[in-house]
Nanobody
Framework: QVQLVESGGGLVQAGGSLRLSCAASGIMFSIDVMGWYRQAPGKQRELVAT???????NYDDSVKGRFTISRDNAKNTVYLEMNSLKPGDTAVYYC???????????????WGQGTQVTVSS
């Protein structure tokens, strides 16, 4: 049974910080890219940040310089450190893990349950 357990969300004032964690278990194949997405009320889900197995990162322009994504491969865990939070960051944040099987075309995507981040002005 594949599980992605998220934690770290909450309510903070503008300028504050939060650290999200997502621990994956039960994934049969090799974990490739791990990332974070978010969905605000009335909007579609959007990319926040991704990190490859080799440590290469990619960030949405809206969070560059404020958020940092990292991972612990031994623990199958991905983190998102969020600093200088703004009201516009308010959303449900979802962890994503992509797994691949060598020699096969198909990719497997798994999603966390989501954790609420609310930033007040």
């Amino acid at each position: 049974q594949v599980q992605l357990v998220e934690s770290g969300g909450g309510l903070v004032q503008a300028g504050g910080s939060l650290r999200l964690s997502c621990a994956a278990s039960g994934i049969m194949f090799s974990i490739d890219v791990m990332g974070w997405y978010r969905q605000a009320p009335g909007k579609q889900r959007e990319l926040v940040a991704t990190i490859t197995s080799g440590g290469s990162t990619n960030y949405d322009d809206s969070v560059k310089g404020r958020f940092t994504i990292s991972r612990d491969n031994a623990k199958n865990t991905v983190y998102l450190e969020m600093n200088s939070l703004k009201p516009g960051d308010t959303a449900v944040y979802y962890c994503n893990v992509r797994a691949v099987r060598r020699g096969y075309i198909r990719q497997y995507d798994y999603w966390g349950q989501g954790t609420q981040v609310t930033v007040s002005s």
